[in-house]
């Protein structure tokens, strides 16, 4: 099946740092790659939609200078989390789609992200 | 507008026994997806099966299957035999003309031993 990297999975760093987040589709060529962000005991919150090749689009209340999202070629999505605070700590999830009706969105592993 | 409405947060069943997940929605749209996902602890989101507008037969994938009542606009997850694997939370999701998903608010699955 097919299978989305991202990398990495944990990240603690101190208040004010700028985390990358890697979103790599291994075996296909995902037109479309989402970001989403995730509380705990609750569903996954859609930020931000992205083309390869084109600005990404943010969901109402993402700041789009906060939350950097880069396409870069039809396999690899970042998301930077720019001078991250506490309140940024969160799991942060990416999907790919290939783009078909039918195909599911495939996930990555996730990223559990502790702004101290 | 469009949403996705699962009405149990949590369920415990016992090992073995078949298991419900309920899941009804709610489009104007003629054409769309329904979606089951698998979370574990762990974090990772992990697809389980996938129900078009308009098929006509109800999804099945392995011991998971889907059932589709387009008139009732509900898309349960039936899972049969229920392992110890299978707790985790199960979100419904349903994808948009815009092809993102519109995800409930999940359903925390424990089996017991």
């Known amino acids: 099946g097919a299978v989305v990297s991202q990398h990495p999975s944990r990240v603690i760093c101190k208040s004010g740092t700028s985390v990358k987040i890697e979103c790599r589709s291994l075996d296909f060529q995902a037109t479309t790659m989402f970001w989403y962000r995730q509380f705990p005991k609750q569903s996954l919150m859609l930020m931000a939609t992205?083309?390869?090749?084109?600005?990404?689009?943010?969901e109402q209340g993402v700041e789009k200078d906060k939350f950097l999202i880069n396409h870069a070629s039809l396999t690899l999505s970042t998301l930077t989390v720019t001078s991250a605070h506490p309140e940024d700590s969160s799991f942060y999830i990416c999907s790919a789609a290939g783009g078909e009706g039918n195909q599911p969105q495939h996930f990555g592993d996730g990223t559990r992200l502790s702004i101290l | 507008a469009q949403k996705i409405t699962q009405t149990q947060p949590g369920m415990f069943v016992q090992e073995k026994e078949a298991v419900t997940l309920d899941c009804t929605y709610d489009?104007?749209?003629?054409?769309?997806?329904l979606f089951w996902y698998k979370q574990p602890s762990s974090g990772e989101m992990i697809f389980l099966i996938y129900?078009?507008?308009?098929d006509e037969q109800n999804a099945t994938e392995g011991r998971y299957s889907l059932n589709f009542q387009k008139a009732r606009k509900s898309a349960n997850l039936v899972i049969s035999a229920s392992q110890l694997g299978d707790s985790a939370m199960y979100f419904c999701a349903m994808r948009d003309s815009n092809y993102q998903l519109i995800w409930g608010a999940g359903t925390k699955l424990i089996i017991k031993p």
């Open positions: 129900q078009g507008s308009y």
């Open positions: 992205s083309n390869e090749g084109s600005k990404a689009t943010y």
């Open positions: 489009t104007s749209d003629q054409s769309y997806g």
